[in-house]
């Protein structure tokens, strides 16, 4: 097992924000990189953390990722708009996306905003909890290029298209869901070819569509869907929205961050926010909320342990990081503290 290092999320956020601007991208969209990639690495997210630095600095150096798009709206009905990102990064994508999203929600009750021609946008939870914050149920999605099979295929059928949905609950935690339509997210698999460890037999394939339990073998084969043909099937319908009805890319028409480090990957996105302020007020949400979590929490379990909402052990994680630093792994460690020499930022780790 790796040595871990906690390193202190202020110093990896003027990281990773010195580092961004070195290579092209202005500060203030640097900086909001990096507190996305930081807050992913907080709430224990990490395989859509702090871990994606180098391959998000490799595809901006690329030209991968345009650092100076000009984004417009192509499409406009009311409370339903399109996007073209122009090849912006995912993250400057989502946020002009569900910042619409929610302007629209204000007007009409509800916002939604479709992207294309996007990059990898992180981790999902980041636009839902945009909405979250101004008091609004926020959904987001993206379509991401095939790399999950069919139950018993041995070939990429579909993306593993994750989403996320957040409802304020003005308690100490919102309800915050952020899932992959594949039994794991690729990010898990990186993670375990970085610690050296063995993955579970239902989380991938190799590529002759055998069940395995190397996480490299996973990586380059194909990853198996959540709920067999269920899951599948949400996948589908993501990426039909996403891509197929916005004009934009889906299947094989995008292309993926890792293995494409030098071309857009041309995801798709959707972002939806919904107005509860207009169903009922905030004192009644909370206490209807209080009243749903606590009723889950009174139902016994085999543990002993209580059931918890999604958002919760996520907030507890970002609670505990913020006190004690963000823990990583020996070998990113490394990577981040020689990129710091190299491109001789202020800060080291």
Not at 20 to 42: C, F, I, N
Not at 149 to 176: K, L, Q, W
Not at 233 to 253: E, P, R, S, W
């Amino acid at each position: 097992m790796s040595n871990t290092y906690s390193v202190p999320d202020k110093t990896l956020r003027t990281l990773i924000t010195e580092l961004y601007s070195k290579a092209g991208m202005p500060e203030s969209e640097a900086a909001y990189h990096a507190d996305g990639l930081v807050t992913a690495s907080l709430r224990g997210m990490d395989s859509h953390g702090v871990l994606r630095t180098s391959a998000y600095l490799s595809r901006i150096q690329n030209g991968a990722i345009n650092v100076h798009p000009h984004m417009r709206f192509v499409e406009a009905a009311q409370a339903l708009q399109v996007l073209d990102a122009d090849g912006a990064s995912g993250y400057t994508a989502g946020r002009t996306g569900m910042m619409r999203a929610i302007d629209l929600a204000r007007q009409n009750g509800l916002g939604m905003v479709l992207v294309r021609n996007s990059n990898h946008f992180g981790a999902a939870a980041l636009y839902a909890q945009m909405a979250v914050d101004q008091g609004m149920m926020g959904f987001s999605t993206t379509n991401v290029k095939p790399g999950v099979t069919a139950p018993g295929a041995s070939g990429n059928v579909v993306g593993n298209n994750p989403f996320a949905v957040g409802i304020p609950t003005y308690c100490d935690f919102p309800f915050m869901l952020d899932m992959a339509l594949s039994v794991v997210a690729g990010g898990k698999l990186k993670m375990a070819i970085a610690k050296g460890e063995k993955i579970p037999l239902d989380w991938a394939t190799d590529k002759d569509g055998i069940p395995t339990d190397d996480p490299q073998k996973g990586f380059d084969g194909y990853f198996l869907p959540v709920g067999g043909f269920k899951g599948l099937g949400m996948a589908y319908a993501i990426d039909i929205l996403c891509g197929v009805l916005t004009g934009g890319a889906f299947q094989n028409h995008i292309r993926n961050m890792f293995k494409d480090p030098t071309e857009p990957s041309r995801t798709c996105h959707m972002f939806l926010a919904v107005d509860v302020s207009r169903l009922m007020g905030e004192e009644e949400i909370r206490r209807r909320m209080t009243e749903y979590r606590d009723y889950i929490r009174s139902i016994p379990t085999v543990s002993g342990k209580p059931l918890v909402l999604p958002g919760e052990i996520e907030a507890a994680c970002m609670r505990e990081r913020l006190q004690n630093g963000i823990p990583l792994l020996e070998s990113l460690y490394a990577e981040l503290e020689s990129l710091a020499k190299q491109y001789q930022l202020s800060v080291r780790l």
